[in-house]
């Protein structure tokens, strides 16, 4: 069974600042993807940025990169010039890749609560 | 190009009463996933339906069960409900048909329910 621990359980970054949140999971799965959800107030899980496990460069969106440490199962989340909107709960997850049977579960972590001050 | 749908948004429901929820899937999506998101905890995962069969389950009791409909529509039936049973409950929809525009889990804003 795979685990993903997310040890800060909030955190709070200044306007226009950068800010990491950081995770860390295990498995004995050599093929898998790692995800940064984002749940609003809205409560919709909003997909932030995902890696797969067999590409060593680090995935970018805009404002958003990891830190993929496949040895070390880490990955973090580096937020840069922080905007009030970036205020959310922040989940890590993980899932397995997907064989011929679609896509698979995915697993969370317990999320970082982050607040953006003006 | 509507997200995720799920109904209703809130309900309040009653120990050892049942429920039923539903969630109309992306268009473009034929598979949904159900979780479970208790009160400061990440979701964790019910069960997915797929061609109107379960094809994968979590750690839940069979009080928990679910449909999958023609059309890809998808609702979740829980029994003999629990004081911990509350929580938001979130749709996930995805599709088998990968293209490169169609990657990944799309979730919907949830059914929070309260068991009291």
């Known amino acids: 069974a795979q685990t993903v621990t997310q040890s800060q359980p909030e955190m709070s970054v200044q306007e226009a600042e950068t800010v990491t949140l950081s995770c860390t999971y295990d498995?004995?799965?050599?093929?898998?993807?790692l995800f940064w959800y984002k749940q609003p107030p809205s409560r919709q899980m909003i997909l932030v940025i995902r890696?797969?496990?067999?590409?060593?460069q680090n995935a970018t969106e805009n404002r958003f990169s990891v830190n993929f440490q496949k040895a070390a199962k880490s990955f973090s989340l580096k937020i840069s010039d922080s905007q009030l909107g970036d205020t959310a709960m922040y989940f890590c997850?993980?899932?397995?890749?997907?064989?011929?049977?679609?896509?698979?579960?995915?697993?969370f972590g317990t999320g970082t609560k982050l607040q953006v001050i003006p | 190009d509507a997200g995720v749908t799920q109904s209703p948004t809130h309900l309040i429901k009653t120990r050892g009463q049942q429920v039923t929820l539903r969630c109309s899937p992306k268009?473009?999506?034929?598979?949904v996933s159900w979780y479970q998101q208790a009160l400061g905890q990440g979701p964790q995962f019910i069960f997915q339906?797929?061609?109107?069969?379960?094809?994968q389950r979590g750690n839940f009791p069979d009080r928990f069960s679910g449909h999958q409909f023609p059309n890809y529509s998808s609702e979740l039936n829980v029994n003999a409900l629990l004081l911990g049973d509350s929580a938001l409950y979130l749709c996930?929809?995805?599709?088998?048909?990968?293209?490169?525009?169609?990657?990944?889990?799309?979730f919907g804003s949830g059914t929070r329910l309260t068991v009291v």
């Open positions: 996930a929809s995805s599709s088998d048909r990968r293209t490169p525009n169609n990657y990944g889990y799309t």
């Open positions: 498995t004995s799965e050599n093929n898998y993807y």
């Open positions: 890696q797969e496990a067999y590409k060593q």
């Open positions: 997850a993980f899932m397995k890749h997907e064989g011929s049977g679609g896509y698979q579960k995915v697993t």
């Open positions: 268009s473009g999506h034929d598979t």
């Open positions: 339906y797929y061609e109107e069969e379960e094809r």
